[in-house]
């Protein structure tokens, strides 16, 4: 039986480099743009531990059903065998995102 091929599609949007996976790449409809669809994210009440990240970019792309993202912002697309973490990282130094609210800063 053969199992339907899994893409780590890693992408620059808004100086974030976001790291999501997918069971469909291909070139789309509209000139310029790579067609992204099926995006895969584990599913929910699967074990204790939330992931924060995973559950940022689910509710993000929640009624998304084809992402077209511009060929000149998708950095790599791999054919993979399983699934990893989901990741936003900074795309100037490369350091993950912390997805968690963080308090107001107060006036000084």
Do not use: N
């Amino acid at each position: 039986m053969r199992t339907k091929k899994l893409y780590k599609v890693t992408f620059l949007h808004l100086g974030k480099c976001y790291e999501l996976y997918a069971r469909h790449v291909a070139s789309s409809s509209l000139w310029g743009f790579t067609e992204v669809a099926e995006l895969v994210f584990e599913p929910v009440g699967e074990g204790l531990l939330v992931d924060p990240t995973e559950e940022r970019l689910r509710e993000e792309f929640k009624d998304t059903r084809v992402l077209h993202l511009p060929m000149q912002s998708v950095v790599r697309v791999e054919e993979v065998e399983s699934k990893g973490a989901l990741v936003i990282r900074d795309a100037a130094d490369g350091q993950k995102i912390t997805p968690f609210p963080m308090p107001p800063r107060g006036r000084q």
